[in-house]
């Protein structure tokens, strides 16, 4: 029976490597519902399996690690094992550059402006017509096109239709 462990043990150990971290890596959180990390959050239908990244601020013990955790992660505490922590490899296209001009709500939206009207078009619905125009919208991200009510549009941006 030893000797049988003992080659279990042996075939186990050869492909398995301890995770270590160093104070200021970034890694992921695992979530489960039955953690305190998942009960953290609000919708727990759609939950992704990791968050973060999340910066490591001290090393206690030989597996548990300190995490520095944003306001609204708060209620939980801050020290957590190495098996529910995956290390976070930076990405480049991870970044979004700043441009120092971009107004962010505190909703973290974007505002954008319409530019012009490109199209209209009238929608019957129910033997109701509904006139609508396509509106080019302009802003920091670019430049995006949806359909709006008309008589929304005039009231809201007069000035496109003179």
Do not use: C
Not at 5 to 23: A, G, I, N, T, W
Not at 76 to 97: C, E, M, N, T
């Amino acid at each position: 029976m030893k000797a049988s462990q003992s080659r279990q043990k042996s075939y186990h150990d050869k492909r398995r490597k301890d995770l270590e971290f160093q104070e200021g890596d970034h890694v992921f959180l695992r979530v489960t519902p039955l953690t305190g990390v998942g009960r953290a959050l609000k919708s727990r239908k759609l939950t992704p399996k990791f968050i973060g990244p999340y910066q490591i601020s001290e090393r206690i013990g030989t597996v548990a690690y300190r995490v520095g955790l944003p306001p609204h992660l708060s209620n939980l505490h801050d020290v957590f094992h190495v098996s529910q922590l995956r290390k976070y490899v930076a990405d480049p296209s991870h970044v979004i550059p700043r441009d120092d001009d971009v107004q962010v709500r505190d909703n973290l939206t974007v505002e954008t402006m319409p530019l012009r009207i490109d199209g209209r078009k009238v929608k019957s619905l129910r033997g109701k017509e509904i006139p609508l125009v396509r509106v080019v919208w302009g802003g920091a991200t670019g430049e995006s096109l949806t359909w709006e009510l008309e008589s929304k549009m005039r009231e809201s941006y007069p000035e496109l239709f003179a």
